[in-house]
Antibody, heavy 120, light 111 residues
């Protein structure tokens, strides 16, 4: 049973870089056929896909966030990462990691999510 | 403004059948499969329907999905109080909006 868990600072200052880690357990991030994804949800709002990465390092990003987003992977640690640069209050959101079936919008399972607040 | 369009709210009484629509275009729903997610209050979203009409193990058969052209629907029959949640559709999008797009979500209230 694959499980995902987000971790990282809950508070980030404006203009700084938001950094989150997703740890995968119960399965290998090297398993083919899946991408590993980040999705966010502004409080009280809908879901916004951020981007996804394959174990090989191949990525694809939401065009609206692409200039500020970097997703990377460390297969030896079974983790993948999110970096979002130059954050502002509008980046305050719940951030979820999830496994995505390759070239699909099928996300399963999801991590429990972590709230990141951007504030000075 | 979400790429996929859902009604912001829906409601029904216990036992009723409720449907939630998801409207897109040829580059997303028209040419790719649709997935649905259920988000109970204060929890992470959960995959509810995949590949237009398939239920993951453990999802009751009260939940069903369908797709026609550039629109998709989620139907819930025999509505129960525990079905009160937010529901989101998602699809792969072959245009510059993509590649993954979500609907804005529908809040289902069980009266």
């Amino acid at each position: 049973q694959v499980q995902l868990q987000e971790s990282g600072p809950g508070l980030v200052k404006p203009s700084q870089t938001l950094s989150l880690t997703c740890t995968v357990s119960g399965g290998s991030i090297n398993s083919g056929g899946f991408y590993w994804s980040w999705i966010r949800q502004h409080p009280g709002k809908g879901l916004e896909w951020i981007g996804s990465i394959y174990f090989s390092g191949k990525t694809y990003y939401n065009p609206s966030l692409k200039s500020r987003v970097t997703i990377s992977v460390d297969t030896s640690k079974n983790q993948f990462y999110l970096k979002l640069s130059s954050v502002a209050a509008a980046d305050t959101a719940f951030y979820y990691c999830a496994r995505e079936e390759e070239y699909n919008s099928r996300f399963d399972p999801w991590g429990q999510g972590t709230l990141v607040t951007v504030s000075s | 403004q979400s790429v996929l369009t859902q009604p912001p709210s829906a409601s029904g009484t216990p036992g009723q059948r409720v449907t939630i629509s998801c409207s897109g275009r040829s580059s997303n729903i028209g040419s790719n499969t649709v997935n649905w997610y259920q988000q109970l209050s204060g929890t992470a979203p959960k995959l509810l329907i995949y590949d237009n009409n398939q239920r993951p193990s453990g999802v009751p058969d009260r939940f069903s999905g369908s797709k026609s052209g550039t629109s998709a629907s989620l139907a819930i029959s025999g509505l129960q109080s525990e079905d009160e949640a937010d529901y989101y559709c998602a699809a792969w999008d072959d245009s510059l909006d993509g590649p993954v797009v979500f609907g804005g979500g529908t809040k289902l209230t069980v009266l």
